[in-house]
């Protein structure tokens, strides 16, 4: 098992334009969870899943975001008409039922020009 | 909703000195206190951890420590060395299954 891994490292793109991110979970961890970083501060909270149900949404999550997890596996985020607010970094973690403690990805560092 | 206040932002101590990183927390049904290391261009790694039905724990040179009446806890790193350099998060688990982090501490271990 080579932990959680995010595709891609990094992107750049031009303001308005769409992206998506893909995490994979580590095997068999059925939880899965968003958090956006940005620069000297703490990761904030965007959203998590249960195997593919959506448990919580931030209210940083806009309506221009959106994630799924389509068969409980790996997960995809997508901004729609990004902003340069929009730049940070994307992490995404991954837990088993009954554990604590989270493991998170590498992230995906986003910079929107 | 929860909300983690963490001092210093920033720390910088001479090679063997202790540190320590100090955090208070907000919402009193927390009850899951983790700690996170970030190293440059890594995500967050869990160094250590800790449940509100704990007081302390303690693994190798790292402890934390919990006071749930006055809703603060605390990383301490003994006999720090070079590779302890890095962004040290707590946060803290909500009864919504979340974490939320706290903003930081740069520490800086000066050889």
């Known amino acids: 098992d080579t932990g959680v891994s995010q595709d891609p490292r990094h992107k750049i793109t031009k303001r308005g334009q769409n992206v998506t991110f893909r995490c994979d979970p580590i095997s068999e961890h059925n939880r899965l969870y968003w958090y956006r970083q940005t620069l000297g501060q703490g990761p904030e909270f965007l959203t998590y899943f249960q195997n593919e149900a959506q448990l919580e949404k931030s209210r940083l999550l806009s309506d221009r975001f959106s994630a799924e997890r389509p068969k409980g596996s790996f997960s995809t985020l997508e901004i729609q008409r990004t902003e340069q607010g929009d730049s940070a970094m994307y992490l995404c973690?991954?837990?088993?039922?009954?554990?604590?403690?989270?493991?998170f990805g590498s992230g995906t560092r986003l910079t929107v020009v | 909703g929860e909300n983690v206040e963490q001092h210093p932002s920033t720390l910088s101590v001479q090679e063997g000195d202790s540190a320590v990183i100090k955090c208070t927390y907000s919402d009193s049904a927390s009850n899951y206190f983790p700690w996170y290391k970030q190293e440059l261009g890594k995500g967050p790694q869990l160094i250590i951890d800790?449940?509100?039905?704990?007081g302390e724990k303690k693994d190798q040179r790292i402890a934390v420590t919990l006071n749930k009446t006055a809703k603060h806890f605390s990383l301490h790193i003994t006999e720090t060395q070079p590779e302890d350099s890095a962004v040290y998060f707590c946060a803290a688990k909500t009864s919504y299954d979340k974490v939320i982090f706290g903003p930081g501490t740069s520490l800086s271990v000066i050889p």
């Open positions: 973690a991954s837990s088993p039922t009954g554990v604590q403690g989270y493991t």
């Open positions: 800790i449940r509100s039905n704990v």
